[in-house]
Each structure stands twice: as C-alpha cells, then as structure tokens.
C-alpha cells in the first residue's frame, strides 16, 4: 500500500490517496481545535463513502470511530476503538 499526505492551507484540509492492489480511495481531513478532532469524509474506487473522526482527549488517550457505506446505502465496514498511550 501506499500513501500520499497533503494540506491544503487556502481549503484547510488534509488530503490522503491511499493506493492499494485492492483499489484506491481519496480521503479528506478536517481539523477542529475546540473538539480536538479531526473529522475524515472518504470514497473508495468502488464508491463507497465513509466518515470518521479521531478525537485527541489529552496526551495520553485519544478515540477514532469510521463507518463505510456500499453505493446503495448498506454498510460494509463499521469501526470504533480508544487508545491509550503505553508510558
């Protein structure tokens, strides 16, 4: 697999092409600092979309949740976890 990180400072996004033997997806980001959260829409090359979110509660402990929906609306993959820092 392969990855490709951007920021756009004029659209203040983040940009990610993954490209894997699999297929491809486009994966914008978009920082909040009140929420500490950056909030991820994507679409893969066989169309489905997702939305995500990885928040930073502090230094230590940080959540990420993403969802992807087929063209038709049915969810293909659903996530979610909590990370914590190994001290």
């Given at each position: 697999?392969?990855?490709?990180?951007t920021y756009d400072p004029?659209?203040?996004v983040y940009r990610l092409t993954l490209l894997s033997r699999t297929g491809a997806a486009?994966?914008?980001?978009?920082?909040?600092?009140t929420t500490r959260?950056?909030?991820w829409t994507s679409v893969d090359s066989a169309g489905n979309k997702g939305t995500g979110k990885h928040r930073f509660i502090d230094k230590d402990h940080?959540?990420?949740?993403?969802?992807?929906?087929s063209p038709n609306g049915t969810v293909v993959f659903d996530a979610s976890a909590k990370q914590t820092r190994v001290k």
């Open positions: 697999d392969h990855l490709v990180w004029v659209g203040k486009i994966i914008e980001g978009r920082w909040n600092n959260t950056m909030a940080a959540e990420w949740s993403l969802a992807m929906k």
